[in-house]
């Protein structure tokens, strides 16, 4: 088995300039996911954040649970 790291120190090699436009327009198009996701989804922290914080600032007399 060949040892991986002995090539870590190597100068890198050029790669062909479509395979990186290829690479850069996939990670472009995996960020713009991302973006759309995070646009349309719930940030779950911030959600119990202000729930706790909203239960912290009622009133006591206003519980309908409380007999």
């Known amino acids: 088995m060949d040892n991986p790291f002995k090539y870590v120190d190597k100068p890198l090699k050029e790669v062909p300039q479509e395979l990186k436009a290829k690479v850069m327009s996939d990670i472009a198009m995996a960020k713009l996911l991302m973006e759309l996701a995070a646009l349309f989804s719930y940030n779950i922290g911030d959600i119990i ?12 007399d206003n519980n309908p649970n409380k007999s």
């Open 49 to 60: 954040e202000s729930v706790m914080k909203q239960r912290d600032h009622k009133p006591e």
